[in-house]
């Protein structure tokens, strides 16, 4: 396309997302590759994506890792090779992958990245605020900032350009607000033909070294402080000579779209007296307030950077040159800086320009979401004024919207926590047979634990016909005494535990995604450690349980794995429900061939997931812990006594791990009133069979064959929408391939049944 036919290009004008405005980007520019892992609220960029990829809008290969550092890993390995690479991630994704990052950016390796800000943990709060982006300040990426899907889509396309420059070569981040401008729809226009797009990036030329089978060349070879600080001094040239090239590529793409970007989005800052420095979405709203102080004869503006990495410094002190009270407004803390990180390079901006006599104040809001209001931005404008007026700072760094409690509002819990004897039974027997090395288990019948209460209080929030708290209320049953439970991030955990509610009944703790396991092995060994010290009594048969699920036994396999290495003396039980549901239905490791998910669509070029699922509980019982099984809510006395063997062998032996499938309506696309029955095909099917490996030996629980009862996997697929499609005839190879698999797997349980050693 020549340069003439681009300048003409059309672009269509409609209503889009920022998160559909970065995957409209990312499919014209056709990445070859994108390493991802979900979460909110950055996870719709690579389901858009999958969608637009079962239409055959583009050819990049979508790739599901394990967890976010697997995801920057991946796409480090993509780029080694001179591939365009994408990926996109929130929060605590982005602490996970962190330590890859300043790797990528000191080898010097090209790609783009969509930082969807959103609220650190802890505690959780899965809303917009810049807590994330901040960690990423040093890691030596180029920082784009985005007010507007507008903006997403425009800086989406030349982050590329601005990346690949041979005087740059470093990756970079398009940063933009978590559901303020992810979500919410606003006026847009893109480019009609991706020729356009793909014509203004250009060819990658690859005029940096790369992986060529060729012409070999070591990559990331470790050096001395002599050559580490030549290496750094020349990626810090870099990062400064890209505040160059951002504004050539802007001027170029501005001569192309229509849209000029500079350094600084300055609004009203000609003769402001008074101004407000803001990230993103927050500015837009300020704008506003801008209009209506100016109407009253008050010199107000707003500054709003589009670039902060490197920092638009002279820029910044050239807008600022007449200001005389300029408020920092940021969202996030530097905690015990006196400041927040943006705040601090303001200042050192305006403290080399001897001329400047700005006095700047700096105030902390909006964390973990909290709206911005035309009257926070008035608020921030009053201080500003009040200083204007009387020429002296009174409280240079504060909070703004923080509501101190009321001591006459404090809640009291409604249902007294319950522990000790009220979760004895004294019915379930659990004794070792020493003849066998195996334990023996004697439950009454159902309804007799059925006086024994819940361990959850009503009140959750989970879906209707959700199989967790049912599945979860039924192993408990057959747990006697304290328990003290830790749940890894996912749905049973949201939906439980919203401040300053929470529907648990004895103690609860939480912790990330992916170190469930090792958190609750420290919190045990404290305990025991404290016990035998003689500092704390701690009840001999309270048992230690991690519950695990929505994918969390992909992201939390290595802590898993270590910790029963380890062999401490509790029980990790995961919850299966096929996926990570918890955002939004993508695909784990856990779904299986064939299914449809949010991130395996099923389309023209596309029949849902491309592999078979993992078996975890085979994956765990290679471990040697002592105890391994799984259980179904469709077979409660089976699920049961497990779980009461479970107890016996976290109390005296070491590390258990159990494995319930459940179901999720929603996501699953099936009847809510149907889990029991679903569950019950899923087992008679053979594709969940009911096992246990104790001892390292295994055993069958349940065999359909044997009773005659089972079915054909078809079966179970009928009762639900995200399988139905493996029922036609066009996906017949598909079809027989899962069904291939799942006779295997049970064909080798059997083995296992039959022979001890195996």
């Not at 951002?246 to 003769?271: C, I, N, P, T, W």
């Not at 879906?463 to 996912?490: H, N, R, S, Y």
């Not at 958190?519 to 450690?529: H, R």
């Not at 499609?725 to 190879?733: I, V």
């Amino acid at each position: 396309m020549t340069v003439n036919e681009i300048m003409k290009a059309n672009q269509i004008t409609t209503f889009e997302s920022g998160n559909e405005m970065a995957a409209m980007a990312a499919a014209q520019i056709n990445y070859h590759i994108m390493g991802y892992f979900p979460i909110t609220p950055s996870t719709e960029i690579a389901q858009y994506l999958d969608v637009m990829k079962t239409r055959g809008e583009h050819d990049i290969k979508l790739i599901a890792a394990d967890g976010e550092h697997g995801s920057a890993g991946i796409c480090y390995g993509a780029a080694t090779t001179g591939a365009r690479v994408f990926n996109a991630t929130s929060a605590n994704g982005l602490m996970y992958m962190l330590e890859q990052l300043p790797v990528q950016a000191g080898t010097r390796f090209p790609m783009v990245m969509n930082l969807v800000t959103r609220a650190i943990s802890g505690p959780l709060d899965i809303r917009g605020d810049h807590s994330d982006l901040y960690y990423a300040l040093n890691t030596g990426w180029v920082i784009l900032t985005a007010r507007s899907p507008q903006a997403v889509y425009d800086m989406n396309i030349m982050a590329l350009k601005i990346s690949e420059h041979a005087d740059v070569r470093l990756p970079v981040i398009v940063a933009y607000d978590g559901f303020f401008t992810s979500h919410q729809k606003r006026k847009v226009q893109y480019f009609s033909d991706r020729a356009v797009v793909q014509g203004f990036v250009g060819e990658c030329l690859l005029e940096f070294p790369h992986i060529d089978v060729n012409n070999p060349i070591t990559i990331g070879a470790h050096m001395d402080g002599d050559d580490l600080t030549n290496n750094h001094y020349q990626q810090s040239n870099a990062m400064y000579r890209a505040g160059e090239i951002f504004k050539e590529v802007a001027k170029e793409y501005g001569e192309l779209s229509g849209r000029h970007y500079g350094a600084l989005d300055l609004y009203q800052m000609d003769d402001a007296e008074v101004a407000l420095f803001l990230l993103n979405s927050a500015a837009e709203t300020a704008k506003d307030v801008v209009d209506r102080l100016r109407a009253q004869g008050v010199k107000a503006g707003v500054i709003s950077p589009n670039i902060i990495r490197p920092f638009p410094k002279e820029e910044l002190k050239t807008a600022l040159r007449n200001v005389e009270v300029l408020l920092v407004g940021e969202r996030a803390d530097s905690y015990g800086a006196n400041g927040p990180n943006l705040t601090h390079e303001v200042k050192s901006a305006l403290q080399e320009d001897k001329d400047n006599q700005t006095l700047v104040l700096s105030r902390v809001f909006g964390l973990g979401g909290k709206d911005f209001y035309p009257e926070d931005a008035q608020a921030f404008f009053d201080e500003t004024l009040e200083v204007l007026q009387t020429g002296e700072v009174q409280k240079a760094f504060d909070y703004h919207g923080v509501h101190r409690g009321q001591e006459e509002k404090k809640m009291n819990p409604i249902i007294t926590p319950q522990t000790g004897d009220v979760y004895k039974t004294g019915l379930i027997q659990v004794t070792p047979d020493d003849e066998t090395g195996k334990l023996k288990v004697r439950i009454p019948p159902i309804r007799a634990l059925m006086e024994k209460p819940k361990r959850l209080a009503p009140g959750h929030g989970a879906c209707p016909g959700c199989g967790i708290f049912p599945a979860l209320e039924l192993f408990f049953k057959g747990i006697e005494g304290d328990v003290v439970v830790l749940f890894q991030t996912g749905c049973a955990y949201v939906v439980t535990t919203a401040y300053p509610h929470s529907s648990h009944k004895q103690t609860m703790i939480h912790n990330l995604f992916q170190n469930g396991p090792a958190t609750l092995s420290g919190t045990l060994e404290a305990f025991l450690e404290k016990k035998r010290r003689g500092e704390i009594p701690v009840s001999d048969d309270a048992t230690f349980v991690m519950i695990t699920g929505d994918g969390g036994m992909d992201i939390g396999m290595g802590s898993a794995i270590g910790t029963a290495l380890r062999n401490h003396k509790l029980i990790m039980l995961e919850y299966d429900n096929e996926g990570y549901m918890n955002t939004g239905s993508q695909m784990s490791y856990s779904t299986p061939i064939g299914n449809m998910t949010s991130t395996t669509g099923v389309g023209r070029t596309q029949q849902g997931k491309a592999f078979h699922h993992k078996d975890t509980a085979q994956i765990m019982a290679a471990t040697g812990i002592p105890y391994v099984f799984t259980g179904s809510e469709a077979f409660p006395q089976d699920l049961i006594k497990k779980a009461a063997k479970a107890q016996w062998y976290a109390q005296n032996v070491g590390t258990v791990y159990g494995k319930i499938l459940i179901t999720c309506p929603l996501n699953w696309k099936s009847n809510e009133r149907d889990g029991a029955k679903i569950m019950e095909a899923a087992v008679n099917s053979c594709f969940f069979p009911l096992y246990e490996v104790e001892q390292g030996e295994t055993v069958i629980t349940y065999n359909p064959e044997a009773r005659k009862k089972r079915i054909e996997l078809t079966e179970w697929l009928t009762y639900m929408g995200k399988t139905k499609h493996l029922l036609k005839e066009e996906n017949a190879h598909l079809l027989h391939e899962f069904e291939e698999e799942v006779n295997k797997r049970w064909m080798k349980l059997q083995a296992q049944h039959e022979n001890p050693a195996l």
